[in-house]
């Protein structure tokens, strides 16, 4: 009898420019045919210090470079950032201000849900729902750019406030997109949650257990799919969120069809959010104002708010004597996200691996920073 | 309007001139050879160009607008663009390998055509085993698409050819079942006969139920694996295997398997129409007309399968040919044989 | 069975779905004869504005903007008279450095500068992204703008001395420095509102 059959593993090199990585995500994956036995994810293609460079601005021009953090919610770094120096200076915003946050943060949820939708869609090979996704984002992307003039790296929450006030026309674009934006999701879920080929791709798919999300500090949506009940809007309330009445929906198995159930349900309540707020939302000054060369007080802070990627923290130590923060420290969930990735794709076939990346959602800026 | 006549009167002219018959027939067959190979051109051209509007369309852009009339010129010059490219072997490549592999594709691609009828009398070859002829043809494709992923020396482009050799070697049975199928109530492998046998319209193999609808699915699925679009567009799977087998081609190489891609796409929809709908037949219209009509609608399904349905893993491919799609083209064989030698059904 | 029929219907609906939108109209616009039309607001290109009458530039040379920018793309060069104003030599903008924040055009009280809505201003050269006040003022000229009630000769002169008085000859830095050395928690009133909009329109479009 002869020898069995000899195979070779080999090593793939899937990125940093590949399709589906996401921006110049790098994974050295050993294959065994199509089976990935081994997976190292490589980080820094992205680095930009963006800390270093906090670190050497003042707090005001802190915030264009917070813009580029995490480019796909750049309103929830503002605020990330804002919150953190608020709470270290003893500021806060005015009431009007903190809606108008709100209903940004959560449009940009929205936003964020959606790029995550068409990019999902189409590493799976479904083309359409992404270019689908993108025309609902380019509307709230609109609403942006009347409010503060860019479409990407907005610049518009500021300490102790916002920037300025919305334009007229703001709430009638926002109550159409309000009305019409369920029957888009509805459409959405035609496309996908019911398709047999998705289910097939993503049920039982990068089974990411309770255990092993909390062990690796895995947050948001991923980890609420996991079956843990926590969104920080909720057990840590920053801003107004406890004036609103949302649901938070979690998964039982934690494969990527819970993960792509949870962030649908999630935009749906986002658009819940900003109804309430937009019904709420009182007149008045938007705007606490500050010295051009405003110093905090001496000491350290952390503040951390839900992101649509996780738990977006950021901690601040001011001198006290400095416009300069002395040391920034962010924290984004997708380095989470992607260190827990080896542990779940490890066996699954490379297309599973891609499967996983878009449930993911991991967004490289964030993990490089 | 029926162009065969032409034909049959320009050969008789030829034969009139006092050739010898082998000589008539040389000239003729390279005549019939060339127009065929102008049509498939013409036809992939603008099959490139209709599935970027229909993918347009469906997702609420325009598509090419700029070259002539929504933009109807644009394969063209994208033709003439990747001409004028630089055709980049790589330096690892198995160069023999590498630089058939396109021409394979390409040839196997045309060669259907030999027996394929566009229309009433308009058939290179009306071949006695016509539709075996085409099946052994088509199967060609997997050679090319093998040997671009093992001349390349690429490790995506190997995955892709060795994805592609599975996925057409499993899709090719259930195909040839329900094609068979459809043989078994014709009697014959002609393709002549076997649109002759469906001259009524309740007389369509797809509307010959039980067994019509089913094989027609089954052959529609398969197909679509065969010419390798979503959902079983594995062997390319941008997101996975970045371009699969033709990663690493580019120029003119890259268009000979593009032009291959739609060549085989019209070739599953023109068998499709003559087997199941009737092939040229229709009331009214001249009978190519008709042929066309019903593969370009045939076409256009498939681009419409492409541009909704995400894609299946490799290993559910395998899964859904031999547990799914085999026992039950088998399972319908068996009902079509019964249906045609009752008396009941045959009609 | 009923599985299969489930995955067929699902799959048709699908199918219908995007069967839908074919007939839809196109959502994208066909960019280089079709513009979008930007919003009042939108932050393209920084420029020089001018005044409507005279034609002169609006700037004072306070060097505000230089020191709100986040990426130093702005670049004041002046020379002083005798009386030790400050006369514009140089206004510097590279726009390759620029990050369009938006925090110039706020921290400016004269309306001096602003973010236009213009966006089309690719080279080839990296050089020619640097715009010097000569083609910044140029291209502000029909940007319309909303001078600030403020700008009156008497109070520029009111203003102006007191800077002076306080560090004639040192950087620019130091005077704001000096000038609002003030408890930083507490919002003070005398000083430069960062924005002039929020002024303007509080709570509309409430």
Known sequence: MSAPFRTEEFLVNMGPHHPSTHGVCRFLLTMDGEVVVKAVPYIGYLHRALERICENRTYHQCLPVLDRFEYCTSMSCEYAFCLATEKLAGIQAPERAEYLRVIMLELNRIASHLIWYGTTSLDLGAVTPFLYGFREREDILDLFEMTCGQRLTYNYIRIGGVSRDIPPEFIPKLKEFIEKFPRKVDDYEKLLTENPIWIVRNKNVGILSKELALGYGVSGPALRASGVKFDLRRDDPYSLYDRFEFDIPTGTVGDCYDRYLVRMEEMRQSLRIVKQALEQLPAGDIKTKLPPNFKPPKGEVYSRIENSRGEMGIYIQSAGDSKKPLRVKMRGGSYNQLQVMPEIVKGGKIADLVAVMASMDIIMPEVDR | ?347 | MKKLLSAIKNLVVGLFTTGKHLGRHAVTVQYPTEKWTMPERSRGIVVLLSDKETGELNCTVCMLCMRACPTAAIDIQYDKDEKGKRILKDFVVDHGLCCFCGLCEEACNFAALKMATKYEFSTLNKEDLVWHTDKLQEVGRDVPYEKPERKKPEAKAAAKPAVKAEAPTEPPKDTATAETAVNPGKPSEELKPLTEENKENPGEGN
Do not use: C
């Not at chain 2, 088509?138 to 599975?166: E, P, Q």
């Open chain 2, 1 to 347: 309007m029926e162009i065969a006549g032409i034909f049959k009167y320009l050969y008789e002219k030829l034969a009139s001139t006092g050739l010898s018959q082998a000589w008539v027939d040389i000239i003729s067959y390279s005549v019939a050879a060339l127009i065929v190979f102008g049509f498939l051109a013409v036809v992939a051209l603008f099959l490139v160009w209709w599935e970027r509007k229909i993918s347009a369309h469906i997702q609420q852009r325009f598509g090419p607008m700029r070259t002539g009339w929504h933009g109807w010129l644009q394969t063209i010059v994208d033709m003439l663009k990747l001409i004028q490219k630089e055709d980049i072997t790589p330096a690892t490549a198995d160069r023999p390998v590498f630089y058939w592999a396109p021409i394979v594709a390409f040839v196997a691609a045309f060669m259907a055509y030999v027996t394929i009828p566009f229309g009433a009398g308009l058939i290179v070859s009306d071949l006695n085993i016509g539709i075996l002829y085409i099946i052994a043809i088509t199967t060609f494709t997997i050679i090319s698409l093998l040997m671009a992923g093992w001349g390349s020396n690429n490790k995506y482009a190997l995955l892709g050819g060795m994805r592609s050799a599975a996925q057409v070697v499993s899709y090719e049975v259930p195909m040839v079942l329900a094609i068979l199928s459809v043989v078994l109530f014709a009697g014959s492998l002609s393709m002549v006969q076997i649109v002759e046998s469906q001259a009524k319209i309740y007389q369509w193999y797809i509307f010959r139920l039980p067994f019509g609808p089913i094989a027609f699915i089954i052959y529609l699925i398969a197909g679509t694996a065969e010419s390798n679009r979503t959902p079983f567009d594995l062997p390319e799977a941008e997101q996975e295997l970045v371009a699969g087998f033709n990663v690493e081609y580019s120029g003119m190489k890259f268009a000979m398997f593009f032009f291959a891609e739609f060549v085989n796409m019209f070739t599953i929809a023109a068998i499709g129409t003559t087997l199941f709908l009737g092939g040229w037949q229709g009331p009214w219209l001249p009978s190519w007309v008709w042929f066309m009509l019903k593969t370009l609608a045939l076409v256009f399904v498939l681009m419409w399968f492409r541009w909704t349905f995400p894609r299946l893993r490799v290993d559910q491919l395998m899964e859904f040919s031999w547990k799914f799609l085999l026992p039950v083209s088998f399972a319908n064989l068996i009902i079509a044989g019964w249906m045609k030698y009752s008396k009941w059904f045959n009609w």
